[in-house]
């Protein structure tokens, strides 16, 4: 599966970016789907993840209760929802995809998109 990451851009501190990551190929709802974020010299870090129905999800800490991650498997696209954004959320942000259940790991997700950089200024 090819994924294209769409969505980054410059905001405020306190404001909103709505991330998107469209997906190739007829297998969407076979996938698990996750956000992974990265900033220079650092280890890429779990987000959020959405089973393969939609039906769970899972959040970091640091983002629960302002990001909300979704997916239509109709379009074959995966979002994310991010909200009372902070500086310390700037990074380039990463969809994954994995044949299997959902993981916080990024070892462990077999495709990954292109990155889109979110700047949340202060």
């Known amino acids: 599966v090819q994924l294209q990451a769409s969505g980054g851009g410059l905001v405020q501190a306190g404001g909103s970016l709505s991330l998107s990551c469209a997906a190739s190929g007829r297998t969407f709802s076979r996938y698990s789907m996750a956000w992974f974020r990265q900033t220079a010299g650092k280890e890429r870090d779990f987000v959020a993840a959405i089973s393969m129905s939609g039906g769970n999800t899972y959040y970091a800490d640091s983002v629960k209760g302002r990001f909300t991650i979704s997916r239509d498997n109709a379009q074959n696209t995966v979002y994310l929802q991010m909200n009372s954004l902070k500086p310390e959320d700037t990074a380039v942000y990463y969809c994954?995809?994995?044949?299997?259940?959902?993981?916080?790991?990024?070892?462990?997700?077999?495709?990954w998109g292109q990155g889109t950089l979110v700047t949340v200024s202060s």
């Open positions: 994954a995809a994995r044949s299997g259940v959902t993981s916080t790991t990024p070892g462990l997700y077999n495709y």
